[in-house]
């Protein structure tokens, strides 16, 4: 990385070894070196793991306000989303043979050759699964070829995923030699409060249905299976949760409603996917949270239950 600076700079780099007196969790984190271009003394910082970028930012005001010196934080290698969050932020960080942000010396110089991952702003259905699963069974480490297992879906597949998780965060994919790994590094609140605002409703549309349906061969979903988690009771009527392919099976289109200020026999609603945590009788609980829409949030009994029941999961689910 030197001498890639060297070349790419035109300039002498003068490295040595820093010992600093740090906090143990940052002391551990990254090697230290210093380097002196053009005069200007700069602490270059090697991460020795994947660190996300709000540790990077953390890290980068301690470590300056420490040693009252620029600090440079070396990758060798970045994905764009990270490589943007952190040129967003005043970051410095060179990229080996790719590229060179140092802001304080006015510099950035860019190699466009990094591999583009999307910009997420609401995981896809696979992702949203793999994400809820990974809560429910507790998963804190799986290969590329696990996740494939686990889900049942091609490689292809489980790779679009790890795209999508690390343009959120890069923490949250790393690589093990060839080979793309899922890391769940955070406790658990802090894995749902970072991905949580990209998951989506799962509940495409609703039928408000004159007449029941068969009861025995669907999910309950909505507030119905809410309150089978819960201490609330639930609606009058029951909430159903079908798939598309069930909706199209069962013809519910063809099915008479009733207008939105009557009451109806049963609400079917049609659903992205379910995961069947308790022998298929109800949609999991965080994905019932999802569909709730924000009228029935404001009911403050609703809040507290949702806490509640969001806690019972995030302590172990046993459904």
């Known amino acids: 990385m030197k001498s890639y600076v060297e070349e790419t700079m035109h300039v002498d780099v003068k490295e040595t070894e820093q010992q600093l007196q740090l906090p143990l969790s940052i002391n551990n984190a990254y090697k230290f070196r210093q380097w002196i271009i053009q005069g200007q003394s700069i602490l270059f910082a090697l991460p ?3 660190v996300s970028v709000i540790t990077l930012e953390k890290h980068f005001k301690k470590l300056s306000k420490m040693t009252n010196t ?19 932020k005043g970051i410095p960080f060179i990229l080996n043979e790719e590229q060179i942000y140092m802001p304080f010396m006015g510099i950035l110089l860019h190699k466009s050759q990094l591999r583009e991952l999307p910009e997420v702003t609401k995981v896809s259905l696979q992702t949203q699964r793999f994400i809820l699963l990974s809560i429910y069974k507790n998963w ?22 790890f795209d999508e998780l690390e343009g959120i965060d890069s923490s949250l994919v790393d690589r093990d030699g060839k080979e793309r790994v899922f890391l769940k590094k955070e406790d658990i609140h802090t894995f749902w409060d970072t991905l949580y605002p990209y998951l989506f409703n799962p509940v495409v549309r609703d039928y408000r249905l004159e007449k029941k349906i068969q009861p025995n061969r669907f999910m309950t ?14 609606p009058d009527y029951p909430i159903y949760a079908i798939t598309r392919e069930e909706e199209k099976a069962l013809r519910v289109k063809e099915m008479k409603t009733v207008r939105s200020d009557e009451d ?21 609980p965080l994905s019932i949270i999802l569909s709730l829409s924000d009228y029935e949030k404001e009911d403050p009994r609703i809040g507290i239950e949702i806490e509640r029941l969001m806690e019972k999961v995030f302590q172990g689910w046993k459904g």
Do not use: W
């Not at 290698?77 to 990270?82: A, D, F, P, R, V």
């Open 48 to 50: 020795q793991t994947n």
């Open 70 to 88: 620029p600090v440079v934080f070396g990758f060798n290698t970045l994905s764009t989303y990270k490589m943007n969050q952190m040129t967003a």
């Open 140 to 161: 804190t480490r799986l290969t590329l070829a696990e996740v494939a297992i686990q889900l049942s879906v091609s490689k292809m597949t489980v790779s679009r995923i």
């Open 221 to 234: 979903g909505g507030l119905s299976a809410f309150s089978e988690y819960t201490m609330l009771n639930g």
């Open 264 to 284: 109806p026999a049963c609400v079917v609603q049609v659903v992205k996917y379910r995961l069947e945590l308790n022998e298929g009788r109800h949609m999991d």
